[in-house]
């Protein structure tokens, strides 16, 4: 039996404009985005999105500016309300709460981290931290004990009484997560969380999420446009267009298996070498010793795996999981599996099964 999604998103559609409702059925029917604005004057922001978000896993939803990624996330606490469509939440539908239904999502169920920190400018860091829990009726002494847990672990403890403009930008966003944190809440939202920072900063941000993730199994919705924060943090990814989503599912089968021409422009240039791991390229469930050069983990980038094979490409590697032998990697696979395949080839390696558009996230 399949565990449900934490959050399924289903039909969803968003259009701006005063008659939004009635364009709905001009979309379903095959009107495009130009032709919407140049004959009713409406803008679609998000087409037919069906997504699955699995409990305790980091989806990145990415895609350029305009695509429709902040629009969709802000759909799922209720900072923007639904077009059509169903937002179920531990299969409960919260699109288009309202009143104290609402509230109770935002205390409660989620929390979000902003790319621009938003904390309170009058308030000192312990006051953004606790504010959460303060707002929704936790006792003084509770919130100041777990705002002071998250402030110690996120290595801002002597920083407590200081205020926000007194904290270099790194600094801020760690507040921002230790406010995220401290709420308890089962979903965390992340809006470009990092975008603002500079970029050795900004890797150690995602090195600290990385971790906190380990240690908490959060379910996290990340939104981004940069595919090598992408890569580095989502454990499923959603790339849209034009409010669409051109293709979504684990990262390495979107790299070996680009949907579209779009697709292929965002993974052209990435380091293949050191993104791929092993286990995207091994022959699963073949685990023959004899003539093997040695082990590798499936963790492993390929990177990782040319070094071993001091570029005899005869080679080929047991590839394990957790020291249990989980396949066997090709050095010959390897090698193919770093030139960049057009969308519709057929596959030339071993590896995850494209998801295309659409296509359910299950677990």
Known sequence: MTEQPKISIRNLYKIFGPAARSMVAKVQGGMGKTELLEKHNHVIGLKDINIDIRRGDITVIMGLSGSGKSTLIRHLNGLI?????????????????????????????MSMVFQNFALMPHMRVLQNVEMAQRVRGDAEADARQNAMKWLQRLGLKGFENRYPHQLSGGMQQRVGIARALASNSDVMLMDEAFSALDPLMRTDMQ????????????????????LDEALRIADYLVILKDGVVVQQGEPQSIILNPADAYIEKFV?????????????VMVPGIIVQSGTSGQVDVDDNLETVMARSEGDLTRTFVVARDGVPAGLIKMQDVFKALVPRHAGAPASIVGPAPQQIKEAHTS
């Open 81 to 109: 309300k639904p077009t059509a469509g169903e937002i179920l939440l531990d299969g409960v539908n919260v699109a288009g709460l309202t009143g104290a239904a609402l509230r109770e999502l935002r205390r409660f169920r």
């Open 268 to 280: 052209n240039d990435i380091n293949r070498a050191r993104v791929l791991r092993a286990e995207s």
């Open 207 to 226: 090195s600290l999420l990385l971790e906190l993730q380990a240690e908490l199994s959060k379910t996290i919705v990340f939104i981004t446009h940069d």
